[in-house]
């Protein structure tokens, strides 16, 4: 008898706190909603004029003027900051402490923005602009509002960065307001950690690490980057693919030879090109380098089971891309992505269509991105395929051919490697913080998390993994079809009001 009155004792205790929990997060979740509709243009002004600024990583005073305006903003809210700086694009770091709070948590977002090519935008990516939908699906303009109650949630701001990656820098600051407002206390303190050159692989990043490991010591670090899954639901991200990127190029001719006259003669660049690249797969899409999946890690059991219980999104996903099969066939998108990948992303050769000309040209052109799963590294994976393309009776050099090497070799490769690779990282699903986070995005939301092996992009996590030796768990805010790195980049009004709510509640929730 005396067992069961202490299991019930156990049981009414357990229900009384979440019961507690409960509440609470949905007074945290009315604090944002009530700040939103008393605030929301003010949100969404701020948000227009921090994507106003051009924010190529390459252009340092362009880069400059991001952090002004970034620390400007923080420091509204009691931020104390510091400029981190190691030869390339600024870094913001910055600190907030809450009086009692025992836990710390890091946040990461980067605030620079891959390049721009205007004439393939609806609007100027410096000009925000709000409209109905996407461009593809015949989004129309809207008027920017004048009232927080005229912003409708289905809306999208276009906008380079829109999506990738500024928006938690605007709606982690709304959710600290939110709170104020309320009177709710924070159960952490919160340190950030700004990144103004992640697009370009964020090259100076070792050195800062190196130097300010002690400054970013936490309890837990939120890197909040990326897409949220293509069923909309919330989820909880425990690795990033790595990547290496390479440029290819092939030779003909010394100078453009007439194709009539010479066509069956000359070397031709382009066939030579397009034999290098056809090489790289084999008819079910899979990398058909010798080795290549050597150090590919498999999935775990329960990998396979958070993968399982996902929604199934391949169907709706070929008909709003229009296309009729998917890349390894009948593999899930989810489980694609625990994969490597060799994605071609540019050739240039010549001229087609209208501007085509008869001629045989010098030289082809190619672009490669290779994106790493665990346990690859970049330098095993650039010999892996310098060693295909030997095989492939290819010349392979790291440097554009001189006259002397194309005189004496019929097939040279030039291969040059971009220097910014890294590799992946992943992490268990099933640690304390993980279970913390998805309990309390539970309450919040109604429904649990999707626990995500890993996504597909990928973010420079390994080095503060290797640095911190702390917890590290990806949180993405964005809609999945954001266009990130692309054209009429957007974010949904929608996604931009929950991650207020959802950085509310971690901030209130996660020390307790």
């Given at each position: 008898?005396?067992?069961?009155?202490i299991?019930?004792?156990?049981?009414?205790?357990?229900?009384?706190?979440?019961?507690?929990?409960?509440?609470d997060?949905?007074?945290?979740?009315?604090?944002?909603?009530?700040?939103?509709?008393q605030?929301?243009?003010?949100?969404?002004?701020?948000?227009?004029?921090?994507?106003?600024?051009?924010?190529?990583?390459?252009?340092?005073?362009?880069?400059?003027?991001?952090?002004?305006w970034?620390?400007?903003?923080?420091?509204?809210?009691?931020?104390?900051?510091?400029?981190?700086?190691?030869?390339?694009?600024?870094?913001?770091?910055?600190?907030?402490?809450?009086p009692?709070?025992?836990?710390?948590?890091?946040?990461?977002?980067?605030?620079?923005?891959?390049?721009?090519?205007?004439?393939?935008?609806?609007?100027s990516?410096?000009?925000?602009?709000l409209?109905?939908?996407?461009?593809?699906?015949?989004?129309?303009?809207?008027?920017w509002?004048?009232?927080?109650?005229?912003?409708?949630e289905?809306?999208?701001?276009?906008?380079?960065?829109?999506?990738?990656d500024?928006?938690?820098?605007?709606?982690?600051?709304?959710?600290?307001?939110?709170?104020?407002?309320?009177?709710?206390?924070?159960?952490?303190?919160i340190?950030?950690i700004?990144d103004?050159?992640?697009?370009?692989?964020?090259?100076t990043?070792?050195?800062?690490?190196?130097?300010?490991?002690?400054?970013?010591?936490?309890?837990?670090?939120?890197?909040?980057?990326?897409?949220?899954?293509?069923?909309?639901?919330?989820?909880?991200?425990?690795?990033?693919?790595?990547?290496?990127?390479?440029?290819?190029?092939?030779?003909g001719?010394?100078?453009?030879l007439?194709?009539g006259?010479?066509?069956?003669?000359?070397?031709?660049?382009?066939?030579?090109?397009?034999?290098?690249?056809?090489?790289?797969?084999?008819?079910?899409?899979?990398?058909?380098?010798?080795?290549?999946?050597?150090?590919?890690?498999?999935?775990t059991?329960?990998?396979?089971r958070?993968?399982?219980?996902?929604?199934?999104?391949?169907?709706?996903?070929?008909?709003d891309?229009?296309?009729?099969?998917?890349?390894?066939?009948?593999?899930?998108?989810?489980?694609?992505?625990?994969?490597?990948?060799?994605?071609i992303?540019?050739?240039?050769?010549?001229?087609?269509?209208?501007?085509?000309?008869?001629?045989?040209?010098?030289?082809?052109?190619?672009?490669?991105?290779?994106?790493?799963v665990?346990?690859?590294?970049?330098?095993?994976?650039?010999?892996?395929?310098?060693?295909?393309?030997?095989?492939?009776?290819?010349?392979?050099?790291n440097?554009?051919?001189?006259?002397?090497?194309?005189?004496?070799?019929?097939?040279?490769?030039?291969?040059?490697?971009?220097k910014?690779?890294?590799?992946?990282?992943?992490?268990?699903?099933?640690?304390?913080?993980?279970?913390?986070l998805?309990?309390i995005?539970?309450?919040?939301?109604?429904?649990?998390p999707?626990?995500?092996?890993?996504?597909g992009?990928?973010?420079?996590?390994?080095?503060?993994?290797?640095?911190?030796?702390?917890?590290?768990?990806?949180?993405?805010?964005?809609?999945?079809d954001n266009?990130?790195?692309?054209?009429?980049?957007?974010?949904?009004?929608?996604?931009?009001?929950?991650?207020?709510?959802?950085?509310?509640?971690?901030?209130?929730?996660?020390?307790?």
């Amino acid at each position: 008898m005396n067992r069961i009155i202490i299991v019930l004792a156990v049981f009414i205790g357990l229900a009384a706190n979440l019961s507690a929990k409960q509440s609470d997060i949905q007074k945290v979740k009315s604090a944002s909603e009530n700040w939103r509709s008393q605030q929301g243009l003010v949100i969404l002004n701020d948000f227009r004029d921090l994507l106003s600024m051009p924010n190529v990583a390459s252009n340092l005073q362009d880069m400059a003027k991001n952090a002004d305006w970034i620390e400007s903003y923080i420091a509204k809210r009691g931020f104390k900051f510091q400029r981190l700086e190691a030869g390339g694009a600024p870094y913001i770091y910055a600190e907030l402490n809450q009086p009692g709070a025992s836990k710390t948590v890091l946040i990461y977002a980067h605030f620079d923005g891959q390049p721009v090519n205007l004439s393939n935008w609806s609007s100027s990516p410096w000009q925000p602009q709000l409209r109905d939908n996407l461009v593809e699906a015949g989004g129309k303009d809207v008027s920017w509002p004048t009232a927080a109650n005229q912003i409708k949630e289905h809306w999208r701001l276009f906008a380079r960065s829109s999506g990738d990656d500024k928006a938690p820098v605007i709606a982690l600051m709304a959710a600290i307001d939110a709170l104020k407002s309320e009177g709710i206390n924070r159960s952490v303190n919160i340190k950030l950690i700004l990144d103004g050159e992640e697009e370009a692989g964020s090259p100076t990043l070792e050195k800062l690490l190196d130097k300010y490991a002690e400054l970013l010591k936490a309890d837990l670090m939120l890197f909040c980057d990326g897409p949220m899954h293509q069923s909309r639901q919330r989820q909880l991200v425990f690795g990033v693919r790595g990547t290496i990127g390479l440029n290819l190029t092939t030779y003909g001719p010394s100078r453009p030879l007439h194709s009539g006259h010479y066509g069956n003669w000359a070397p031709n660049a382009a066939e030579q090109m397009i034999a290098a690249l056809d090489s790289i797969h084999d008819e079910n899409g899979r990398i058909a380098i010798q080795d290549y999946y050597l150090d590919v890690r498999q999935m775990t059991e329960e990998e396979k089971r958070a993968i399982s219980v996902m929604p199934e999104m391949d169907a709706q996903l070929k008909k709003d891309l229009v296309i009729a099969e998917s890349r390894l066939k009948d593999t899930r998108v989810e489980e694609a992505i625990m994969q490597p990948a060799a994605v071609i992303t540019g050739v240039e050769v010549g001229s087609t269509r209208d501007k085509a000309r008869n001629v045989l040209v010098p030289q082809a052109h190619a672009s490669i991105n290779f994106r790493l799963v665990a346990n690859q590294q970049p330098t095993k994976v650039r010999q892996l395929v310098e060693n295909h393309f030997r095989q492939q009776g290819y010349y392979v050099i790291n440097e554009l051919a001189s006259e002397k090497v194309r005189s004496q070799h019929s097939k040279v490769l030039s291969l040059m490697w971009e220097k910014s690779g890294y590799p992946a990282f992943r992490s268990s699903l099933e640690s304390a913080e993980a279970i913390k986070l998805s309990n309390i995005l539970s309450h919040l939301e109604g429904d649990k998390p999707l626990m995500t092996p890993t996504m597909g992009g990928s973010l420079p996590i390994y080095l503060f993994e290797k640095a911190l030796n702390i917890p590290i768990i990806i949180l993405p805010v964005a809609n999945h079809d954001n266009n990130q790195h692309g054209p009429n980049e957007n974010l949904r009004i929608k996604n931009l009001w929950e991650a207020i709510d959802v950085y509310a509640a971690v901030l209130a929730e996660f020390g307790k």
